[in-house]
């Protein structure tokens, strides 16, 4: 049987539920996020502040220096999860298999569902509309056949709309990708793909699949697959997140200890808007991870229930002494989440910016 899959993505979220609850907000630039006096940062903003530059993970000083009418509120969680409550309730009633990615998306298998003349298309446009209708915001979709394609399309046609990849042009819309918007591939690993001449998708299934491996180990296999339009990954309805990180690879090695601190406010700001944006789940333990200039890598992790500089600084200092002075490439904070096992030693999920 031909798999369905529909990728769900409420637009602008959190702004969203601001803007059905004040519709006087509407129309100006709005974003959800800390305040700029207190080194806060964005969680999401409206399309009209977009238009700005402004975007989630951003500095709340800086996006009010491009955009100085810009309104910020502050986040209200308990709102924001009852829409979400109701989104996911309406997901509900065309599939059991549904694996939440965070409080505003989703993915739908609904392979063999009989609703809607049993067309994807069909139901995803009627779940567009009763999130329009019974939640009151917007929300867009992607159907393909696997979940790469399905998430991509997700993306084509923000806000408010929806766009198809069928079967039969899932190879070609992937060979045009550019690999940016691949599954996996962050800013750094699209350098590199870059520097080694190759784009997109065309140009990974042209490539040299030995030098993709030896670059990239298993994930140059990986990438190959997705080229030609394949992803067998199912919808895991019994999916848990397990961790929430992010990581930078930097142009020129940070050669000390300070230039290693320097960069951990950045870190730990764009750490808080990624967890913001995956509904401020309660933490168990906080995670360093540095990969010095030889390639060489550790990580320390300690017991704590909320972020705290001077605790990644702690963790910082551990770690780079582990590299006996040497320069590091590169650094990365996380968090494991309380609805982790803490019993079972689980692979850290760390997350490419």
């Known amino acids: 049987m031909q798999r369905k899959i529909i ?4 637009d602008a979220f959190y702004a969203s539920v601001e803007m059905r609850d004040h519709p006087e907000w509407r129309d100006i630039p ?11 940062v964005i969680a999401t903003c409206n399309y009209v502040a977009r238009r700005y530059g402004i975007h989630s993970a951003m500095a709340s000083a800086t996006a009010l220096r491009r955009c100085p009418q810009l309104l910020i509120v502050p986040g209200d969680m308990a709102r924001y999860r009852e829409a979400s409550r109701q989104v996911h309730a309406i997901y509900q009633a065309f599939t059991g298999r549904i694996e939440p990615l965070s409080l505003d998306e989703a993915y739908l298998d609904v392979s063999g569902v009989t609703l809607c003349r049993g067309s994807a298309t069909l139901m995803a446009e009627e779940i567009r509309r009763r999130i329009r209708e019974e939640v009151g915001i917007t929300a867009s979709a992607g159907v393909a056949p696997n979940k790469f394609l399905a998430k991509v399309a997700s993306d084509w046609n923000k806000p408010d709309g929806q766009y198809v990849v069928r079967p039969a042009d899932a190879a070609a819309f992937a060979a045009a990708l550019p690999l940016a918007r691949f599954w996996g591939v962050g800013r750094v690993t699209a350098g590199r793909l870059e520097a080694m001449g190759l784009f997109n998708g065309a140009d990974l299934i042209g490539a040299d699949p030995t030098l993709l491996e030896r670059e990239f180990g298993r994930f140059g296999a990986r990438l190959i697959e997705l080229a030609h339009g394949v992803d067998p990954r199912e919808v895991e309805t019994e999916r848990v997140r397990k961790s929430v990180s992010v990581e930078e690879t930097y142009a020129r090695d940070l050669p000390t200890l300070a230039a290693c601190r320097a960069e951990t406010p950045e870190l730990l ?3 808080k808007a990624r967890l913001s944006r995956a509904g401020d789940p309660a933490i168990r333990a906080l995670v360093v991870k540095v990969k010095f200039a030889d390639f060489s890598q550790t990580t320390v992790e300690h017991t704590a229930s909320q972020l705290s500089l001077p605790g990644f600084g702690r963790l910082l200092d551990t770690a780079h002494a582990r590299g006996g002075g040497r320069a590091v490439r590169l650094l990365g904070l996380g968090c494991r989440l309380a609805g982790d096992d803490a019993g079972r030693q689980l692979e850290f999920e760390w997350e490419e910016e």
């Open 30 to 40: 709005l974003a959800v996020g800390g305040s700029p006096h207190t080194r806060g």
């Open 269 to 271: 700001a764009r750490l």
């Open 7 to 10: 990728h769900v993505d409420c």
